[in-house]
């Protein structure tokens, strides 16, 4: 004789609507959190890089009217200061070099600033920086300008 046939079951489905909810608080957290932060980092580029250009040419014309290299080094470093602290930029996020192979009439001067630019910051928690951004600026000695050896 033949077994009767099985009695129907009924199955429950488990509802997907929890697990949707804590997908969507990971993607925000883990994707969208940090992509947000690297670009507000990213977008402060331009102004660091208007800093270094304004900063040079700053910098380099004090070393020009400078009489001394070593004046011109100083002048140099402190307009580029200066012009960093109008920007809201501290003293160690900027570095200046000061390039003169010889000091005479109508000799080259060239002027190095180098920013360091914010790549993330986390109000509160802190900021990491991965590069830096350089600009020279060149001018020369007037020819007509008495110098002091």
């Not at 331009?46 to 080094?73: G, K, S």
């Not at 002048?75 to 200066?82: E, G, K, R």
């Not at 000091?103 to 360091?116: E, H, K």
Request: proline fraction near 8%; hydrophobic fraction near 45%.
């Amino acid at each position: 004789m033949a077994s009767p046939p099985p009695e129907p079951t009924t199955t429950r489905r488990r509802s997907d609507a929890g697990f949707v909810a804590l997908e969507w608080i990971l993607a925000i957290t883990l994707l969208l959190v940090p992509a947000v932060m690297l670009g507000a980092g990213v977008s402060r580029w331009p102004e660091h890089q208007q800093l270094a250009q304004a900063a040079a040419a700053e910098a380099d014309r004090a070393a020009v009217l400078a009489p001394t290299h070593d004046q011109a080094t100083t002048q140099a470093n402190l307009v580029a200061h200066q012009v960093a602290a109008n920007y809201n930029t501290p003293d160690a996020a900027i570095a200046v070099s000061v390039d003169a192979p010889q000091w005479d009439w109508g000799a080259q001067i060239a002027v190095t600033v180098t920013v360091t630019m914010p790549t993330l910051e986390i109000p509160g928690i802190g900021t990491w920086r991965a590069t830096n951004w350089s600009t020279t600026t060149t001018q020369h000695i007037e020819d007509h300008r008495g110098l002091q050896p």
